[in-house]
């Protein structure tokens, strides 16, 4: 008897291994339905922009050798007639796919500006910044107008980057970071500790602050993980960079942090975000 060379499939294997026609209709009608809801997404960002649907609110940034408020950061929120503020968690990763997320961020760092340009001389402002805002190579000359249009000392404006943003060894993008320091606007290196980002990329771009992320803080009641915060911390002021510590709640937490010479703490429950009437009356910005 003579036996074939094929391999015989057992049932259901076939199944498994290509997709019938019914799985992939599920599969494309699923990426329909979702390309769908990203256009009405869009579609609605869209509207949001142009009829002053976002608002921003501040949240305190808390100096541990003064203990008054030093800065606060912008965090944008889209305003809803029924469900009220939506976190940008609901919205912005899908503004990522597109290039609106660009008008979004330059409308933040607009706003942010126009704001704090009424605030006291000596309290910063800290504005997100978007991959695609930085890639698009605009970043700069968004900034530029936004500080001239209200005639805001460049220093005073942070704008904060990630650590995936300038892990790769992009020129156009170290030659964007140079030129706005050279402005005089901060550069905060933000969700420290989230990836692998190389001491060497720390040296080689001209940050001025290092954010530990909230992971970091969360983990201080373990020894070991308050011995890597202190080596992070003394790293980062030996290259010349101050830090802030992120999703700090509680006073123990600040005095611990202080111990490890962490300059600045900022935390949704010790400092709530505020609209900029609150936050402007309640620590005397004018």
């Known amino acids: 008897m003579a036996f074939s060379n094929s391999v015989t499939t057992a049932p259901g294997e076939a199944a498994r291994a290509t997709p019938s026609g019914e799985t992939q209709e599920l599969r494309a009608q699923a990426a329909r339905n979702i390309a769908a809801e990203h256009r009405r997404i869009t579609a609605r960002l869209r509207q949001a922009l142009e009829q002053d649907g976002f608002t921003l609110l501040y949240q305190p940034q808390r100096d541990l050798k003064s203990g008054r408020a030093r800065g606060a950061e912008a965090l944008i929120r889209l305003q809803h007639r029924r469900r009220?503020?939506?976190?940008?968690?609901?919205?912005?990763?899908?503004?990522?796919?597109?290039?609106?997320?660009?008008?979004?961020?330059?409308?933040?760092?607009?706003e942010a500006c126009r704001r704090a340009a009424s605030w006291r001389r000596d309290f910063f402002v800290s504005v997100p910044v978007s991959p695609r805002q930085l890639a698009a190579g605009k970043l700069v000359k968004q900034v530029i107008e936004a500080l001239a249009r209200v005639d805001l000392t460049a220093s005073r404006l942070e704008l904060a980057l990630t650590e995936a943003m300038l892990i790769e060894d992009n020129d156009d993008v170290s030659f964007a970071l140079k030129a706005l320091r050279g402005l005089g606007v901060g550069l905060i290196l933000d969700n420290f500790g989230t990836s692998y980002t190389s001491f060497s990329l720390l040296k080689r771009l001209p940050l001025t602050m290092l954010k530990l992320d909230r992971s970091m803080t969360l983990g201080m009641a373990e020894q070991q993980n308050v011995a890597i915060l202190r080596a992070t911390i003394e790293t980062a002021h030996a290259l010349g960079m101050g830090v802030i510590a992120d999703g700090v709640e509680r006073e123990d937490q600040c005095v611990?942090?202080?111990?490890?010479?962490?300059?600045?703490?900022?935390?949704?429950?010790?400092?709530?975000?505020?609209?900029?009437?609150?936050?402007?009356?309640?620590?005397?910005?004018?």
């Open 84 to 110: 009220g503020l939506i976190l940008p968690s609901h919205f912005m990763p899908v503004a990522e796919h597109s290039e609106i997320v660009i008008e979004i961020c330059n409308w933040m760092l607009g």
């Open 256 to 286: 611990m942090l202080a111990g490890l010479g962490c300059d600045i703490v900022q935390g949704a429950r010790l400092n709530p975000p505020l609209p900029f009437d609150v936050l402007s009356a309640e620590f005397g910005l004018t």
